[in-house]
């Protein structure tokens, strides 16, 4: 079955760096697309950036574009997300999705358990 497996979320202050990781099982990791999304207590989950399969085009939220940075290495099946200059706005629960590049969460099958990030002001 397919599995994804986040990791590296933590407590950062704000200004600060974190590099989020999603390990992939049971798919063929280097031809699907992948996307992050985060969701804080109460609030839909939201998009945070997508990868592709064809040409890894990725894509953004305007709320993290400049900051974030999404990259994948097929080889290790493992998808990542550079966070830069995090914000405690970005406090949220971080998960990883497979099989579409889509901003709507109900575009994807496949979902991870997430990783807490946290940034204090």
């Known amino acids: 079955q397919v599995q994804l497996v986040e990791s590296g979320g933590g407590l950062v202050q704000a200004g600060g760096s974190l590099t989020l990781s999603c390990a992939a099982s049971g798919l063929t990791f280097s031809s699907s697309s992948m996307a992050w999304f985060r969701q804080t207590p109460g609030e839909e989950r939201e998009f945070v950036a997508s990868?592709?399969?064809?040409?890894?085009?990725?894509n953004y939220a305007d709320s993290v574009k400049g900051r974030f940075a999404i990259s994948r290495v097929n080889a290790k099946n493992t998808m990542y997300l550079q966070m830069n200059s995090l914000h405690p706005e970005d406090t949220a629960v971080y998960y990883c999705a497979s099989g579409s590049t889509s901003s709507r969460a109900d575009a994807y099958r496949y979902w991870g358990q997430g990783t807490q990030v946290t940034v204090s002001s």
């Open positions: 990868i592709g399969w064809i040409t890894s085009r990725t």
